[in-house]
C-alpha cells in the first residue's frame, strides 16, 4: 500500500513537470499513505522537542529563544573574508560546532547542502547545512526547517538554528488528501509567488510544525519547490495556502 502511495506521488509530480528528490524510506508495520482518486491521504505527526537547558553561546552571538529551541546570529553576520572553503572544510566547522553546542543527535540526516558565491574550482564563500530527524516509519517524509541549520562563512558559523523536533506518534485518524503537485505550484504562479517560466528543479512533500510556540507540535503535510541554490516555495499539502517559509541566506 505504501508503495502504491509512493507511485501515485510520483506520477502527480511527472504531470507537474516536476523532479522528485525525496527522502524515502518506506514504513514499516502500519502504512499510512493511502492512495485515492484524489491524490494520497496524508495523516499528520505529533512531535515533541528536545529536552534540555540551551547551551552558552560563545561571545558575539545574538540569542532567540524558542520553546523548541533557538537560533543564534552572529552580531557581525559578514566577518572578514577568507579563502573560499571547500564543502568538507566547511563542514568540518559546522559540525564540531554542532557537537560543542547542543550536540548531533543520534538519528541526524545531512538533508540539503547550499553553496553561496560558489568559485570555479569548486569551492565557495559560505555554505548553509540542514540536517533533520531521520524519516522512519513516518511515511518516509522528511522535514522542513524543523532540524538544525548552520550558516558557516569565513570559517565562522555565522547562523545556528536548532529546533530538533522528534516524532512521536502518527495521527492516522486524522489523514487528509493532499492536492496535486501541479496544483499548488498553479496556485503560487496564481499568486505571483512562482514565475510562470520557472520549473521548480526540486519538489517535496515534508512534513512542517508552522509554529515553534510550543514544546509538543502537530507535523503537517508541506509541499516544498526549490528553484536554484536555496530559491524556494512552500505551500500547505492539504489547503493549497503559501507557507511562509526561506532558507537564511535567502
Same mark, same amino acid.
Not at 108 to 133: E, H, K, N, Q, W
Not at 160 to 173: A, F, G, S, T, V
Given at each position: 500500500?505504501?508503495?502504491?502511495? *509512493?507511485?501515485?506521488? *510520483?506520477?502527480?509530480?511527472?504531470?507537474?513537470?516536476?523532479?522528485?528528490?525525496?527522502?524515502?524510506?518506506?514504513?514499516?508495520?502500519?502504512?499510512? &499513505?493511502?492512495?485515492?482518486?484524489?491524490?494520497? &491521504?496524508?495523516?499528520? &505527526?505529533?512531535?515533541?522537542?528536545?529536552?534540555?537547558?540551551?547551551?552558552?553561546?560563545?561571545?558575539?552571538?545574538?540569542? /532567540?529563544?524558542?520553546?523548541? $529551541?533557538?537560533?543564534?546570529?552572529? /552580531?557581525?553576520?559578514?566577518?572578514?573574508?577568507?579563502?573560499?572553503?571547500?564543502?568538507?572544510?566547511?563542514?568540518?566547522?559546522?559540525?564540531?560546532?554542532?557537537?560543542?553546542?547542543?550536540?548531533?543527535?543520534?538519528?541526524?540526516?545531512?538533508?540539503?547542502?547550499?553553496?553561496?558565491?560558489?568559485?570555479?574550482?569548486?569551492?565557495?564563500?559560505?555554505?548553509?547545512?540542514? *540536517?533533520?530527524?531521520?524519516?522512519?516509519?513516518?511515511?518516509?517524509?522528511?522535514?522542513?526547517?524543523?532540524?538544525? /541549520?548552520?550558516?558557516?562563512? $569565513?570559517?565562522? #558559523?555565522?547562523?545556528?538554528?536548532?529546533?530538533?523536533?522528534?516524532?512521536?506518534?502518527?495521527?492516522?485518524?486524522?489523514?487528509?488528501?493532499?492536492?496535486?503537485?501541479?496544483?499548488?505550484?498553479?496556485?503560487?504562479?496564481?499568486?505571483?509567488?512562482?514565475?510562470?517560466? /520557472?520549473?521548480?528543479?526540486?519538489?517535496?512533500?515534508?512534513?512542517?510544525?508552522?509554529?515553534?510556540?510550543?514544546?509538543?507540535?502537530?507535523?503537517?503535510? &508541506?509541499?516544498?519547490?526549490?528553484?536554484?541554490?536555496?530559491?524556494?516555495?512552500?505551500?500547505?499539502?492539504?489547503?493549497?495556502?503559501? #507557507?511562509?517559509?526561506?532558507?537564511?541566506?535567502?
Amino acid at each position: 500500500m505504501a508503495r502504491k502511495g *509512493l507511485l501515485l506521488t *510520483l506520477f502527480l509530480l511527472a504531470a507537474a513537470g516536476c523532479q522528485l528528490s525525496p527522502h524515502f524510506t518506506p514504513a514499516e508495520g502500519h502504512p499510512a &499513505v493511502v492512495p485515492t482518486a484524489w491524490g494520497p &491521504v496524508v495523516p499528520p &505527526v505529533r512531535a515533541e522537542a528536545e529536552a534540555g537547558i540551551p547551551p552558552e553561546p560563545p561571545a558575539g552571538y545574538e540569542v /532567540t529563544l524558542f520553546a523548541c $529551541g533557538f537560533l543564534w546570529r552572529l /552580531t557581525d553576520p559578514h566577518p572578514p573574508q577568507s579563502e573560499p572553503l571547500t564543502r568538507a572544510e566547511a563542514w568540518e566547522v559546522a559540525r564540531e560546532f554542532v557537537r560543542r553546542y547542543g550536540g548531533l543527535p543520534a538519528n541526524t540526516v545531512l538533508a540539503r547542502v547550499f553553496r553561496i558565491d560558489p568559485t570555479s574550482d569548486g569551492r565557495a564563500a559560505a555554505y548553509c547545512f540542514y *540536517l533533520t530527524p531521520r524519516p522512519l516509519n513516518i511515511n518516509g517524509f522528511g522535514f522542513l526547517e524543523d532540524g538544525i /541549520t548552520v550558516l558557516v562563512r $569565513g570559517r565562522k #558559523v555565522v547562523y545556528y538554528r536548532r529546533c530538533w523536533y522528534n516524532p512521536r506518534e502518527i495521527l492516522n485518524n486524522e489523514a487528509r488528501p493532499v492536492i496535486p503537485a501541479r496544483e499548488a505550484l498553479a496556485g503560487l504562479r496564481a499568486r505571483g509567488l512562482w514565475p510562470a517560466e /520557472t520549473p521548480p528543479t526540486r519538489v517535496n512533500l515534508l512534513y512542517h510544525a508552522g509554529t515553534h510556540a510550543a514544546a509538543t507540535v502537530i507535523l503537517k503535510p &508541506v509541499w516544498y519547490f526549490e528553484a536554484g541554490p536555496g530559491g524556494c516555495a512552500v505551500v500547505d499539502a492539504w489547503t493549497g495556502e503559501p #507557507v511562509r517559509f526561506s532558507w537564511p541566506h535567502a
